[in-house]
């Protein structure tokens, strides 16, 4: 049986004589073909860490409740095998990689097929919510949207989720972060799994969780399928031994919980528990007797004991009256009649006399105070209370003392018996000096206004999250962007500002969305994403940056995300983009040209020698001849037409060596014979992570700069381009991870240093005017850049350059990279074909390939009369249409007109473009193919288009 890359631990568990001892022997002997030989191993044992139950230990260890249990009825020594989760130990049965899986919900194993052992423990459900949100169960669920984790069961959580939406998850941490991103209210899972997520994901300061009480889910061990008998025999051993007195040991040590009821409802275990305990308290009850009749029996030792008792009560009594009167609140108490028996010095100094023996209200009438409109009346508690109108009361007022006004805050309670409508029993008061305080505040709502102006002058949009992920607090420019007018914070992320992939098509996943992972600790650093509002359609390109607010700063922000609107800065940057491409383009134009001519000058003589030729096998040889030439030209015309119209900000994984032999294709054309360009790639496996066509055009703009330094100067001969692997330090200046670097060396004239250090500034360029305009390695070290990369260069004058490009490697697989295969010829039988092309020719050959393969063609020279052929009646059964045609109607628009009218019409798209983007395709989707295109290709698309039918 193949281990892959999981630790495995072997353990030696207590053995216990008896019937299932033989059961592990037979085991042994059923997994004899499979389990390989080592150590006398019997089986294998699936665990989780999921403390008490089951935990592995980094050092081999394993343990818990469920794994002593084992202990108890095992024979022989077995492997554990750690994996992630009660669904992985499931998967892992399902595979055979396991052969007993330990505290698995007995009734998800049962409803996948697995024997199972009857429960021996109920693990209890908990709540999880965000913290501050509070539930009660289960009036508070009804209508929520509750998570599940794969250990909990919908029907384990019915007794309290009647009218809740209930989400399946796949992990408890998944569940965790979709409950503070709020795409949930609350998140239920067995606690143990819970507590272990929580832990793991450091959310212990963000999530809150309770314990359901009265619900739980069974625990018991579950079987690979086809090992029923072992599974009923190891139930048979179980009943056995839960509920014995080891079995309660175990308990104590791990759960401190009653062994589950047996199958018939016996709970035998848990009467053992109970008379134990019974034992326990009768024994506790004894020792109180003894300990009683030994405190009769011995009346001085009583007395010392209380004059300890009472010795101890005044060190309490002073240390109180120590507290009292250093404290900075002044806290005064009265009787009924209202004179005050105490007073302590934070009291006296407040009224500016002394207070004991004085009567309260005297003092009152005496003092100017006035009291605070926004406190609980005009009323003083300072005799409010003595006049029984009130149990307790409290007022913020202003006191003259001294010549300042101070603000005060003064509370009154009765302290003891019940006032009667005359007159109380007492009272004690306190008054807390607030001046400091209030200027504070007001301080404090001047700096917020101030902020406020601050934040509003901003250029940029600056948006405060608390720790539940709420706005609380956001700038003009910031509402401007998400579209929330005058709305007042706290307030949820607005659900119609959506982050978009760079196509604007599809919204970015939890995983990509740079709110959610900024408020899960992610730190922004630049970021240019697409924000669009679907309910005004209005939208931008921002740079994101993020910041965590530490927790002891400020208890109403957690992150704080600056967006700033980029939109002008991106189209710009595209439009010099593609204006630098167009140039690189413009100087392959002399070197494209002749390979064309010799293309046309083969395919020419091709054609007219099998014209002239009566030799069959010579006339076929032209034909293949003309072919090869036209499929050369054809490969030509694609590498031009992907490089000159590819799109920006696209990144896949794309393979460097590939990509570099076909760029020299290219750019050996536009190096003269007396420079040598070379590749060096020896790492076939080596893929970046990047758009496709930015690379290339990097890389071609550092060949022509080499190239040009080389011509300029007279000195060099050689441009040499290589690819390595790179593994960057975490050194704090450029990152960690691995990287691929594409470097271009030439040994020409190099650069001086102001030259070197001003290479990469925008417009700056040694070569003539006309020559260039001076953004080649500026855009390429912004592409980089924005890659996640680094650009770097070497130079030395007289000695040459080496420029390196460093990018994030991607891994194979992730390659858009298109598969071309060769389909079998297959031929119609009769279905009519509207043929839709402006040129003539073409339309004519055509039609005739599509007539060989047994089809019957009609043509059409435009959209507006293929549409009025299709309107009319006729019968067609596919149509192939050009998609840049003449007549005000492309074959886009068709393809629309005609789905409008025949929504099952099978369709197929022909053209020579070639990096069509997103937002130039039409809203029909068919096939395309491309020109020239092979009768292979035409049978390969309608055999595609017509088997759907």
């Keep these: 049986m193949p281990k892959g890359n999981e630790e495995v631990y072997r353990r030696s568990v207590p053995g216990r004589p008896g019937r299932f001892a033989a059961i592990v022997v037979a085991i042994a002997g059923s997994l004899s073909a499979s389990l390989p030989v080592a150590d006398e191993v019997v089986l294998r044992i699936g665990v989780v860490d999921a403390e008490p139950y089951t935990a592995a230990a980094p050092d081999g260890t394993v343990s818990g409740y469920a794994v002593d249990l084992y202990g108890l009825i095992g024979g022989e020594t077995p492997e554990f095998v750690p994996l992630g989760g009660q669904t992985a130990l499931l998967d892992a049965l399902e595979r055979g990689e396991i052969d007993l899986a330990l505290a698995v919900p007995v009734d998800i194993a049962a409803a996948r097929g697995f ?128 509920g014995s007195s080891r079995d309660l040991t175990l308990r104590a040590q791990w759960i401190s919980l009653p062994p589950a009821a047996s199958a018939d409802g016996s709970g035998i275990g848990f009467i053992v528990a109970a008379i134990a305990l019974g034992l326990l308290l009768t024994g506790g009850a004894l ?92 009323e003083l508690p300072q005799l409010a209370v003595l006049r029984g109108e009130f149990a307790a009361h409290a007022s913020r007022q202003s006191w003259k003392v001294g010549g300042r006004t101070r603000d005060v805050r003064v509370s009154a309670r009765v302290l003891e018996g019940a006032a009667d ?90 995983t990509e969305h740079p709110v959610v992972r900024a408020l899960a600790g992610f730190e922004l650093r630049g970021e240019v994403r697409h924000l669009v509002n679907t309910a005004s359609d209005a939208s931008a390109f921002v740079r994101i940056n993020s910041a965590r607010v530490p927790a002891e700063q400020s208890s109403e922000i957690h992150t704080v995300v600056v967006m700033v609107d980029v939109t002008l800065d991106e189209q710009r940057h595209q439009q010099i983009e593609r204006a630098s491409r167009l140039d690189a383009l413009g100087q392959l134009t002399s070197g494209i040209a002749h390979d064309f001519n010799n293309l046309l000058s083969a395919m020419l003589g091709a054609v007219q020698l099998a014209m002239a030729e009566e030799n069959p ?73 990047c758009d496709r066509g930015q690379i290339e055009s990097a890389v071609l703009n550092l060949v022509l700069n080499a190239r040009d330094a080389i011509l300029r100067s007279g000195k060099g001969d050689c441009i040499t381009i290589s690819a390595r692997p790179f593994a960057a330090a975490a050194d704090g200046t450029r990152g960690s991870g691995d990287y691929g670097q594409i470097i271009v060396r030439d040994n020409g004239p190099g650069m001086s240093q102001e030259v070197r250090r001003r290479a990469v500034d925008p417009f700056f360029s040694t070569k003539q005017v006309a020559a260039g305009a001076g953004l080649g390695l500026s855009i390429v070290a912004s592409f980089v850049q924005s890659a996640g990369g680094f650009f770097d260069i070497r130079s030395t004058p007289g000695e040459g350059t080496e420029v390196t490009l460093t990018v994030p490697q991607a891994m194979p697989w992730l390659s858009s990279a298109e598969t071309h295969t060769t389909p079998h010829l297959i031929n119609g039988s009769g279905q009519r074909v509207l043929v839709v092309e402006d040129e003539e020719d073409l339309r004519e050959i055509t039609v005739e390939l599509i007539a060989s ?97």
């Design 617 to 689: 096998e010579k006339r076929s040889r032209h034909h293949k001849m003309a072919i090869r030439s036209m499929h050369r030209g054809s490969e030509l015309t694609r590498r031009l037409m992907s490089f000159a119209n590819a799109q920006p900000g696209q990144p896949v994984s794309v393979a460097v060596k590939p990509l570099l032999e076909e760029f020299l294709h290219l750019a050996e054309r536009t190096i003269v014979a007396s420079i040598k360009l070379d590749l060096d790639c020896p790492d076939e496996t080596l893929h970046l992570y």
């Design 853 to 949: 393969l047994g089809f019957e063609p009609h043509a059409s020279s435009s959209g507006p009369e293929a549409y009025a052929y299709v309107h009319d009646g006729h019968p067609v059964d596919a149509v192939l249409t050009d998609i840049v045609m003449p007549g005000g109607m492309n074959g886009f628009e068709l393809a629309e007109k005609l789905r409008a009218e025949r929504p099952d019409l099978p369709l197929i798209y022909m053209s020579g473009y070639a990096g069509m983007a997103a937002d130039q395709k039409g809203r029909v989707g068919a096939p395309l193919i491309r020109k020239p295109c092979s009768i292979e290709d035409l049978s390969s698309a309608f055999h595609t288009v017509l088997r759907q039918m």
């Design 115 to 242: 024997p199972a052992t009857r429960a021996y423990a109920t693990a209890p459900l908990a709540i999880a919510s965000r913290s501050g949100d509070a539930y009660s169960v289960p009036g508070d669920l009804a209508g929520l949207r509750i998570g599940i984790g794969p250990d909990t069961s919908a029907h384990a959580i019915a007794p309290i989720a009647s009218g809740a939406q209930i989400v399946s998850l796949p992990d408890a941490r998944d569940g965790l972060f979709a409950l503070l991103s709020q795409e949930l209210d609350v998140f239920i899972s067995q606690r143990h799994m819970m507590s272990a997520a929580i832990r793991r994901a450091g959310l212990d300061d963000r999530i809150h969780i309770s314990t359901l009480d009265g619900l739980g889910i069974p625990l018991g061990m579950v079987f690979r399928d086809g090992l029923g008998g072992e599974a009923t025999a190891l139930d048979g051993a179980l009943a056995e031994v839960i």
């Design 421 to 510: 409508e005359t007159a109380a029993a007492g009272a004690v008061l306190t008054f807390n000096d607030v001046t400091e305080e209030r200027s504070s505040r007001t301080a404090i709502a001047r700096s917020k206004k101030l902020l406020e102006v601050l934040l509003n002058a901003m250029p940029a949009g600056i948006v405060a999250f608390d720790s539940e992920g709420r706005v609380t607090l956001m700038n003009r420019v910031a509402r401007e962007l998400l579209g929330v007018g005058d709305m007042e914070p706290p307030f949820a992320w607005p659900k119609t500002c959506k982050f978009m992939s760079r196509d604007a098509r599809t919204p970015l996943g939890r």
């Design 287 to 378: 020792a109180l007797l003894v300990r009683s009749r030994e405190k009769r029996r011995n009346a001085h030792e009583l007395e010392q004991r209380l004059a300890a008792q009472e010795a101890e009560l005044g060190r309490q009594h002073r240390f109180l009256e120590a507290v009292i009167g250093n404290a900075t609140d002044g806290i005064v108490a009265v009787d009924r009649s209202g004179k005050i028996v105490q007073a302590n010095p934070a009291a006296e100094r407040m009224h500016a006399r002394p207070l004991r023996g004085e009567n309260l209200s005297e003092v009152t009438r005496a003092m100017q105070i006035s009291v605070d409109p926004g406190g609980d009346g005009s």
